[in-house]
């Protein structure tokens, strides 16, 4: 035991192969598929698949469902060197970084066998179904049923900010099992074929264009098989997945792109016949972005590495969401400071610099503080549960 | 990867807060060591001595234990959470280092083991009253070869402690213009020397900063530490380990005046309830929390690179010290709005904290200055 801040020769390795993958086979289409959240399409599957069979995905999974067994760190290494690329995480990541592990820890041997090995496999995606338009924050206010009907669950109701339900192969549904028990104690979680009979998925599109979903659900009967784990223990296993969701969806890693673009634009753009790269004020910012990138980076390394080490994490991961979120901000803030009028332009437009991206990036940075959390539930975790401060 | 302390660092992070927890007994204290002279007592100087704190970058051939950066922030960080007053991080950091980046096989022999021992204090003179702005190559201080010596003249400012060092690290200009990064020597002079007039400056932290006039100081030809002209670069070194111990320092003291506020949070009671349980001050905590967590690990991260001799050590302690100034700053402005007037007063361990805050900031660099070299290291 020491403070140590590099890799083990074995991760090192991993980490070159998958470089030196991800360097031939990611291209700027499948990457932008994949961080916009545009929905993934053929080549964004293609690319999945890839991935596979280059004996790069999986990693971290049990070796009975065709993983290697190895702790979380490859997975973690992995996501890292897909968002130095422009690309924040792996095709189909709601199924390989989220519900996958709940399935893991919670679902039943059955459960296991039908979904794992296709996740390991990069084969298939869920979307998130938790939201609704009454529950947002306080999830638990929500008022989607599922009714035991014997045979199986009869499900009504509406769910909101779906993000990857269009091209989604299930649906991972949160939903009241119990109407009188409290809410904590009486929600379940389901897994549902996406695109089956009495269900409704319409487009909401967001500012920057990306596609979520509100998806309807009209007496949809769910087989007893796809209820996860016991019955009115939804709400447990979604709140024993959060720490650890945060580890693989909020890496810091996605914004190292940005900020050697506003290198290169710093380098290569002259003002008055200087370039911007000599003018002060430009340096520190540039310099600033960097700072936070890094020590944010740091927050990320050490919530991970407690997960890969089974300690318990009881702010950490909330604590890298919230930094990171109010950091893009910021950073989206400083590079339209040093694009200045240019910054407006919208990628295809005439004159537009650095494709567009920042721009687009300015557009996403309103979701980073609200999307998995808003940056005021996220506060109040890490005063209560890291710090011990008394609930309001 | 791995975020934890080795067996023997944390021995020593435990006999380091027991220690000074003792030594260190309150804010009475304090305040009259920062109203004394010297700014520290004998005993406690001997105590740590006795721990073997002033050897703990040294190797053991000069009286020291061998120990490296990440030994030293461990110890910085409880330094900083007791807010430890005294020449300990001139002493070590600042004229240890310093001898040990550039000094001749005799030179170490004569200085280390004595500052091992607690025998001996020093300090370093690099900062000068035309640099408004911190800049480590901005040396007017003259040094004249003059028979078998040389002769220093000139002014140096912000020198730490020099007012109880026995000698200081003086670095001056031997040849080539007032701003160029080669013709800068170091001299190892007794401030005891005649010619050198040491006052001590009134500063926001009470602590102990001087102007050091050097006029017409005559040192004898060994009195040059390293090679002359060459000075500069065993600075930097010396101000990258600094910069580090600095933010080690802010760490420990930022980790302080987190657990002093949130302790209070649960326990004042306004509105028939702790204040900590109205949102607004949950969310003041937090930001403490995110602030102070993000001070760690990029303070360990430059610890490790410096002692694993890694190129981006350079960048790594710009990013640390641009980071943890801004965040113990941040930190120390919460906990006093958490304490309300009570932490406005002389009395309250506050004002300690936040004023030592300021302190730590401009110490070996701001915020501006660490950017600057982060720019450099992005290849600006
Ligand atoms: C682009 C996008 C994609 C998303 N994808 C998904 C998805 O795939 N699946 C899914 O289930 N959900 C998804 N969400 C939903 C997301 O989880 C919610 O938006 C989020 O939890 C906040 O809920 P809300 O929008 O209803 O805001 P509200 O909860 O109504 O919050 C409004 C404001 O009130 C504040 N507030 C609320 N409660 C408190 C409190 N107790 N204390 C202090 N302040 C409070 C909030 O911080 C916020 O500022 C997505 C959202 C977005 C924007
Ligand atoms: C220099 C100075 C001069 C002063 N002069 C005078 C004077 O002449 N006459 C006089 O009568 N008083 C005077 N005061 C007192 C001043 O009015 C109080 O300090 C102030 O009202 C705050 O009260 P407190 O210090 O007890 O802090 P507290 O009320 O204990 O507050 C501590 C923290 O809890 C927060 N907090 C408290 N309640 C809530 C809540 N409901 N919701 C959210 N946050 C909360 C506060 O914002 C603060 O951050 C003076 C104070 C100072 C510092």
Not at chain 1, 269 to 279: S, V
Request: charge should be negative.
């Amino acid at each position: 035991m020491a403070w140590d801040f590099g890799n083990t020769k074995e991760e090192e390795a991993y980490r070159q192969q998958v470089a030196a993958f991800l360097d031939k086979e990611l291209t700027e289409e499948i990457a932008r598929q994949n961080w916009e959240d545009l929905g993934l399409d053929k080549e964004g599957r293609a690319f999945g698949k890839k991935l596979y069979e280059s004996g790069l995905l999986g990693w971290s999974w049990p070796v009975e469902y065709g993983g290697k067994g190895l702790s979380p760190v490859y997975d973690f290494i992995l996501i890292d060197e897909l968002g130095k690329r422009w690309s924040a995480h792996v095709p189909n990541d709601v199924a390989y970084t989220m519900v996958g592990h709940t399935i893991l820890r919670r679902g039943s041997d059955a459960m296991k066998k039908e979904f794992i090995p296709r996740i390991v496999r990069g084969e298939i995606e869920f979307g998130l179904g938790y939201t609704e338009p009454e529950a947002g924050s306080d999830l638990a206010n929500m008022k989607m049923t599922a009714i035991d009907q014997g045979d199986y669950y009869l499900v009504n109701g509406q769910k909101t900010f779906n993000t990857e339900s269009h091209y989604a192969d299930y649906h991972w549904l949160a939903a009241k099992t119990d109407l009188k028990a409290s809410p904590y104690k009486g929600i379940s979680l389901f897994i549902v074929d996406q695109h089956g009979p009495g269900i409704t998925i319409r487009p909401m599109i967001t500012m920057s264009g990306e596609r979520t979903n509100e998806v309807f659900y009209d007496d949809v009967k769910v087989p007893k098989n796809r209820l996860v784990g016991e019955v009115n223990k939804g709400f447990y296993y979604m709140m024993e997945a959060l720490m650890s969701e945060r580890n693989y969806v909020f890496t810091p890693s996605r914004y190292y792109p940005y900020l050697n673009m506003l290198l290169d634009y710093a380098k290569q753009t002259t003002y008055l016949g200087k370039p911007l790269a000599e003018d002060p004020m430009v340096r520190q910012k540039i310099a600033q972005i960097a700072v936070e990138i890094e020590t944010t980076q740091l927050l990320s390394d050490h919530a991970r590495w407690m997960e890969w080490n089974h300690q318990t994490m009881t702010c950490e991961p909330e604590i890298t969401k919230v930094v990171v979120s109010e950091m893009e901000q910021r950073m989206v803030d400083n590079a339209m400071q040093l694009l200045d009028q240019y910054c407006q332009l919208e990628e295809g437009s005439k004159y537009v610099p650095l494709k567009g991206r920042i721009e687009w990036e300015f557009l996403h940075s309103f979701m980073t503080t609200i999307g998995a959390g808003t940056s005021e539930v996220g506060r109040g975790v890490i005063a209560t549960r890291g710090l011990g401060l008394p609930r309001g | 990867m791995d975020f934890t302390y080795t067996d023997d660092q944390k021995m020593l992070k435990e006999a380091a807060r027991r220690f000074l927890a003792g030594a260190c007994p309150n804010v009475e204290w304090y305040l009259e060591m920062e109203k004394d002279e010297k700014g520290f007592t004998p005993e406690l100087w001997k105590g740590m001595a006795e721990l073997g704190w002033m050897g703990i970058l040294f190797p053991e051939e000069y009286g020291g234990i061998g120990g490296g950066v990440l030994d030293m922030v461990t110890l910085m960080e409880e330094m900083g959470y007791a807010a430890l007053p005294g020449p300990y991080f001139s002493t070590v950091i600042l004229g240890g280092c310093t001898i040990l980046a550039a000094g001749s096989e005799a030179q170490k022999q004569e200085f280390l083991p004595k500052i091992a021992e607690g025998a001996l204090r020093m300090t370093l003179a690099l900062s000068e009253p035309a640099t408004t702005q911190f800049n480590p190559s901005l040396i007017t201080v003259k040094a004249k070869a003059e028979g078998d010596g040389w002769v220093i003249d000139g002014t140096k400012l912000f020198v730490p402690d020099a007012n109880v060092s026995d000698w200081v690290v003086v670095a001056a200009r031997t040849a080539g213009k007032d701003t160029d990064r080669d013709g800068i020597s170091l001299f190892l002079v007794e401030t005891g020397a005649p010619g050198v007039g040491i006052a001590l400056l009134k500063t926001v932290a009470g602590d102990k900063q001087c102007e050091v006039v050097f006029n017409n100081v005559k040192v004898p030809k060994g009195a040059l530490l390293g090679e002359a002209g060459k000075g500069l670069a065993a600075v930097e070194k010396t101000l990258q380990i600094a910069a580090v111990a600095k933010c080690a320092e802010m760490l420990g003291g930022s980790n302080k005046v987190m657990e002093l506020s949130v302790a209070y949070a649960k326990e004042r009671v306004q509105f028939g309830k702790p204040i900590g349980s109205f949102q607004a001050v949950q969310h003041l905590c937090a930001n403490m929390k995110m602030a102070t967590e993000q001070s760690i690990y990029i303070t360990y991260k430059a610890a490790w690179m410096i002692d694993q001799g890694m190129p981006e050590a350079r960048k790594f302690a710009a990013v640390a010290k641009t980071w943890v100034s801004e965040a113990y700053k941040k930190v120390a402005l919460i906990g006093h709005q958490i304490f309300g007037g009570t932490g406005y007063i002389v009395e309250h361990a506050m004002p300690i904290y936040s004023r030592r805050a300021k302190a730590g900031e401009y110490a070996f660099g701001s915020p501006n200055y660490q950017r600057e070299i982060v720019a450099q290291e992005l290849g600006l």
